[in-house]
């Protein structure tokens, strides 16, 4: 078990504070322990960062090139076993998990080209003087983590981040520590200098004290949308600090006219259950006309969600989809399912929780067709709410009834049923015939309303990464050809 947990000023030490610990939570075995990062230690995790800023922000952007692109060979090297970490703590199976350490790999190379796309410099001639554009670290930012991606989603941040010259504290979740470290402990083989990435785990506490703190220049979060509202409130009144906010979604994916049910039903599943329906890209509410052929879509969707394979990461035989990330998120799910029953929703198939001890649930599916309302939240496991529909529009409207707009879907085969739906629907992710999840890292993403604060990341992570500088340069001071009216020199 750890005791140095805490990664300060190229230090590991030991916390100060409470005792937390991680969970395997398909197999219910303790896997790493540790005391809480104290208010004072992230204190000394800001100020570490921000004297490392003053040469890090310096350094020459060949050099930070370099150390990440030693960290992408370092996660070369430990691919396998980072990923076991990832599936052992997430409970998420070995084939998604290695996918995971894939695309933080992928993070590098895309990360490097969008900071030249997106924020390199622009030279430009005018009379007498250059004008251009270059950008500029904002210095200490403080990095949040949720857990579902607890590899891949921090370092979408932090990479960039690396990139252009800031230096990171980073928080993850309290429920995925043991990634967190792993991962530090990569990019200190990979040469990372003193303060320029320090980690902070702990729980809530330990983030308010670090999101709080006067010194950290901005905060890059992706994690639910309540937390996500809190911190907004606490930046209120701090315009001089960068917010990026990634969140949740209450996603609609809409079916019309269809030829193919099992492409269809492959595309829901996929949409709806991949990660046991942890990810905020997860279609919550599926469209789908009455009649018929919507009929049959349904049927196949129930039987191909009853043989859903859920198993241990590990398995040999891999499962589609593993434990959700805690007995308590499972029973919270099942809560949820119950709820809408006891609404008026009828259930298509049922959500179990599978095993005392464990985060392991069968996928759920209700038909809420016949409910006036309901509340507009997130349900973040495989619970999928689908509305029977006669209009097209009327559909499209009420995928659009969300606070929320992360990502949305059309399923169907005409094309100007999609450019109608493209043009009306609300999202920062709009797909047509293809699942809503996994979202291409070389494409902005993020959402709007309750899902994020228009600060897209993935390719766009860039932006908020930096800040712009517009500069008019000449190399002597000179008289301009004209003077201005009414002066005379
Ligand atoms: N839009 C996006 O890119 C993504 C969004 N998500 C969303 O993340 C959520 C699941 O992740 P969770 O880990 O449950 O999110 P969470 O909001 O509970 O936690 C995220 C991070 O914030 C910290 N935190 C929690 N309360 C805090 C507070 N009051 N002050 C400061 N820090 C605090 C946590 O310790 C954790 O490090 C889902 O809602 C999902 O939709 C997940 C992945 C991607
Ligand atoms: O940030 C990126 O590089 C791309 C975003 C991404 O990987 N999205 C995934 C998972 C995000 C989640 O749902 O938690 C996706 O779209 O499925």
Redesign the pocket.
Same mark, same amino acid.
């Given at each position: 078990m750890s005791s140095n947990i805490q990664f300060i000023n190229g230090q590991w030490l030991a916390g100060q504070g409470h005792e937390v610990f991680s969970l395997n939570p398909a197999k219910n075995e303790e896997i790493w322990r540790g005391l809480s990062a104290t208010e004072a230690q992230v204190n000394d995790a800001i100020l570490s960062a921000r004297t490392a800023f003053e040469s890090w922000g310096q350094t020459s952007l060949s050099s930070r090139i370099e150390l990440v692109k030693r960290f992408a060979e370092k996660l070369t090297d430990a691919k396998e076993a980072l990923a076991t970490t990832i599936a052992q703590e997430t409970g998420k199976p070995l084939w998604e998990t290695r996918t995971e350490v894939g695309a933080m790999i992928g993070k590098i190379a895309i990360s490097l080209r969008a900071y030249d796309e997106r924020t390199g410099t622009v030279e430009n001639d005018m009379p007498g003087a250059k004008a251009f554009i270059r950008h500029k670290p904002h210095g200490v930012v403080a990095v949040? +983590?949720?857990? $579902?991606?607890p590899g891949h @989603?921090p370092n979408g941040h932090i990479v960039p981040a690396l990139i252009a010259g800031n230096t990171v504290v980073f928080?993850?979740?309290?429920?995925t520590p043991k990634t967190a470290e792993e991962t530090m402990k990569l990019w200190q083989a990979a040469g990372l200098p003193d303060g320029v990435i320090n980690l902070v785990q702990g729980?809530?506490e330990t983030?308010?004290a670090?999101?709080s703190h006067p010194q950290i220049d901005g905060l890059f979060?992706? +994690?639910?949308? $309540?937390?996500?509202h809190? @911190?907004h409130q606490q930046f209120g009144g701090q315009p001089g600090k960068i917010l990026a906010l990634?969140?949740?979604?209450n996603n609609p994916l809409i079916v019309k006219n269809v030829a193919d049910v099992d492409a269809v039903v492959h595309d829901i599943v996929q949409s709806a259950f991949v990660t046991t329906g942890q990810?905020?890209t997860c279609a919550r509410r599926l469209f789908i006309e009455a009649g018929e052929q919507g009929d049959r879509i349904i049927n196949k969707l129930v039987e191909v969600t009853k043989q859903i394979k859920i198993g241990f990461y590990d398995d040999e035989e891999q499962p589609f989809i593993g434990s959700m990330i805690s007995e308590k998120a499972a029973l919270g799910l099942v809560d949820a399912y119950q709820s809408l029953l006891s609404q008026g929703a009828t259930s298509l198939v049922e959500l179990k929780h599978l095993e005392a001890g464990t985060g392991f649930v069968s996928p759920g599916i209700v038909d809420v067709t016949s409910l006036a309302s309901m509340a507009d939240e997130?349900h973040?496991g495989p619970l999928l709410k689908i509305y029977r529909y006669n209009d097209f529009d009327q559909a499209i409207n009420e995928a659009n009834n969300t606070s929320f707009g992360?990502s949305a879907g059309f399923l169907g085969d005409n094309e100007a049923d999609y450019q109608h739906f493209f043009a009306r629907i609300r999202a920062g992710i709009v797909n047509w015939n293809k699942p809503i999840t996994g979202a291409s890292s070389a494409a902005p993403?993020?959402?709007i309303g309750a899902?994020?604060n228009h600060r897209a990341?993935a390719y766009y992570a860039a932006d908020y990464c930096a800040y712009p500088v517009a500069s008019v340069e000449a190399d002597k001071v000179q008289l301009p050809a004209q003077l201005s009216p009414g002066l005379t020199i």
């Open positions: 949040f +983590g949720p857990y $579902n991606f @989603l928080k993850p979740s309290e429920l729980e809530v983030g308010k670090l999101a979060f992706t +994690g639910s949308s $309540n937390t996500g809190l @911190l990634e969140m949740g979604g990810r905020c997130e973040f992360l993403f993020g959402g899902s994020g990341s």
